[in-house]
């Protein structure tokens, strides 16, 4: 799993910078701490490079926290920003750190998020 969660980590933030590309030039340190049956796998991501690395991650002014299970399971149905907005809502998912980094992450999410909602509004109005 460690190699893979790794591998899934890299992969799954490439895809959510994807939806959110103004966080693409934020340089930061995230750890995460992945909790299994009985034991907790740690890995620290730097970004912008999306450098996924298995460390405590000690420099990391970001840490997340989850069920392992259940980051795979959201890595496996593809989700989304509003799927992880969600996660973190219900404590699913928990981010601790500099509260600084954390607004500004959620204030670029709300922000992409609504100029989604105009986007598909817009669509809607145009006749075709």
Known sequence: MSSDAKQLIEEHTRWLLEEVPALKPLKLVVGFDMIGRGDIQQFRME????????????????????????????????????????????????????????RLIVQVIEKQEERDRLKRQTRRQTPS
Do not use: C, S
Not at 69 to 93: C, Q, T, Y
């Open 47 to 102: 970004l912008p490079e999306i450098t996924v690395t298995k460390d405590i991650g000690t420099d990391a002014r970001i840490r997340v926290e989850m069920r392992r299970e259940f980051f795979n399971l959201m890595v496996e149905h593809g989700a989304k920003i509003a799927d992880w907005r969600e996660a973190f809502h219900d404590g699913k998912a928990k981010a601790i750190g500099v509260q600084q980094y954390i």
